[in-house]
T-cell receptor, first 115, second 111 residues
């Protein structure tokens, strides 16, 4: 499981409230990602990080922000949650395989419901 | 950017039969193609991958084929078992840190 944990695993929140999801890894991986998973859409990239304080946007970044102040933690924040952000959120890391290629591994996910 | 299409979205097979899931990609620069299995309530797990310099790769009952000319790759599961029931995702990468996923195939193996 590449040493990835996510917290909380389940959360229900109300529209308009801020929410922060945490991804923690124990194996010093440089690259970390946040995806959302919705029926019919597969996995879509929200934000990713290539090092401490180095982050970039993915294809569905609107309404989300991230921070990475330590190698092991990558936080995803919904500043003001909306019902369209109800989803399952996955954190991932990628690690080099000794050449140009990277393998990606996922955490267990956080199910977020915005009412 | 890369566009990955996956078919079928659902697949039911009898136990012991084979299952095939197909994906196409659009970016000819993609050169790494992983497959993931996701069981209910869990994160996707990497089960097999193939790189562009290889046409086929096999691991026990699972095999993946790649046709770079046609830009498609497939997952083959032989002698299916009930524990193979899951959602399977294909993905494509240009070899760096950007991964593009298909929309998933829900496989049901009927005992």
């Amino acid at each position: 499981d590449a040493g990835i944990t996510q917290s909380p695993r389940h959360k229900v929140t109300e529209t308009g409230t801020p929410v922060t999801l945490r991804c923690h890894q124990t194996e010093n991986h440089r690259y970390m990602y946040w995806y959302r998973q919705d029926p019919g859409h597969g996995l879509r990239l929200i934000h990713y990080s290539y090092g401490v304080k180095d982050t970039d946007k993915g294809e569905v970044s609107d309404g989300y922000s991230v921070s990475r102040s330590k190698t092991e933690d990558f936080l995803l924040t919904l500043e003001s949650a909306t019902s369209s952000q109800t989803s399952v959120y996955f954190c991932a890391i990628s690690e080099p395989t000794g050449s140009y290629y990277y393998e990606q591994y996922f955490g267990p996910g956080t199910r977020l419901t915005v009412t | 950017g890369e566009n990955v299409e996956q078919h079928p979205s659902t697949l039911s097979v009898q136990e012991g039969d084979s299952a095939v899931i197909k994906c196409t990609y659009s970016d000819s620069a993609s050169n790494y193609f992983p497959w993931y299995k996701q069981e209910l309530g869990k994160g996707p797990q990497l089960i097999i991958d193939i790189r562009s310099n290889v046409g086929e790769k096999k691991d026990q009952r699972i095999a993946v084929t790649l046709n770079k000319t046609a830009k498609h790759f497939s997952l083959h599961i032989t002698e299916t078992q009930p524990e193979d029931s899951a959602v399977y995702f294909c993905a494509a990468s240009t070899g760096g840190n950007q991964f593009y996923f298909g929309t998933g195939t829900s496989l049901t193996v009927i005992p």
